[in-house]
């Protein structure tokens, strides 16, 4: 199997328009429910003494429950996404998942958020809901063309999620991460991986991960696996035990927990209270301060604005 990784090459893209770096001044986020659009409380991404930052977000930003939760009753549905972005640190989009964005919209989303916001993008089912994984390169080609790179410095991570009867094949998934070049357009791109069946929870898939940097998704979850090796340069948790029934959708003690651990992550070591899949392997975790990407995603998702602002709150 081959190791190397390739830079792909853009065809026919506008440039993206230049972003500002990402600023590390403190500023106060507010973790009431439907605050006034007037008072526009801008968060910004934790920093670290190790230069590196955490980023909080949720999943989407339209959602009708949410109006009177999270948005204003009267806030204008065009305005939901700077809303949100002025209140979170980053967004996992899910749209790309089943649909084809284009460069116009991406423009459009990178103008509505501040400095220091970023989008994670899902990469399409397209590319990796089928049995032959390493067959996905021109699904993988077409998704980077659609225009990811015009989201500038608000570009994130790119997820991809596997369905939960995939299992672990080390070939056919080894293939597939060939197929991720590091580069395109000039622009670094950050894979991660969400796998959902537990044939991997094996040295053999953390061991595969390491030798192309790619981390794999902390789930958080009851019944997928939760996978807390250190494989990559930078870490990604989806909060999924969520529940509407909590404000914050997360107990306050579990808030304070995550936020230890996303603390711990951030400065290059790990916590000492989730699963490894290989617990004798901890080399990859003292690998140095990392940005670390955390998202509360569960099934009712009302109150995961609310978790995330918390999360954000405790991290200041």
Request: glycine letters at 6%.
């Amino acid at each position: 199997m081959k190791t190397a990784k390739k830079t792909a090459k853009k065809t026919k893209m506008t440039q993206p328009k230049k972003s500002a770096t990402p600023v590390k001044a403190k500023a106060k986020a507010t973790t009431k429910t439907a605050a006034k659009p007037s008072e526009r409380p801008v968060a910004k991404p934790t920093s670290t003494p190790g230069a590196s930052r955490i980023y909080v977000g949720i999943g989407g930003w339209t959602f009708e429950p949410w109006r009177g939760v999270f948005y204003p009753d009267k806030l204008p549905h065009a305005k939901e996404l700077s809303y949100a972005s002025e209140r979170l640190t980053s967004i996992e989009v899910n749209g790309t998942f089943y649909r084809s964005q284009t460069p116009a919209t991406f423009r459009k989303w990178a103008s509505e958020v501040p400095q220091g916001f970023v989008f994670a993008l899902k990469g399409p089912r397209f590319a990796t809901n089928r049995r032959v994984l390493k067959e996905a390169g021109d699904s993988i080609k077409w998704f980077l063309n659609s225009g990811v790179t015009e989201l500038g410095e608000h570009l994130g991570p790119l997820l991809w999620q596997f369905a939960p009867t995939k299992k672990f094949d080390a070939a056919d998934f080894g293939g597939f991460l060939e197929l991720l070049p590091e580069s395109f357009d000039g622009h670094k791109l950050r894979h991660v991986l969400e796998v959902r069946h537990d044939s991997f929870k094996t040295p053999e898939f953390t061991d595969l991960l390491r030798q192309f940097k790619m981390p794999v998704v902390f789930t958080d979850h009851v019944r997928y696996p939760n996978i807390a090796d250190i494989t990559g340069d930078f870490v990604y948790a989806r909060l999924q035990r969520g529940k509407d029934t909590i404000v914050t959708a997360y107990p306050q003690d579990d808030i304070d927990a995550w936020a230890g651990r996303l603390q711990t992550w951030a400065t290059g070591s790990a916590p000492d209270d989730l699963p490894l899949v290989d617990a004798n392997n901890k080399a990859a975790a003292k690998a140095g301060p990392r940005d670390v990407f955390a998202y509360v995603i569960h099934e009712g998702k009302v109150r995961a604005p609310a978790g995330a602002m918390a999360l954000i709150e405790k991290l200041r």
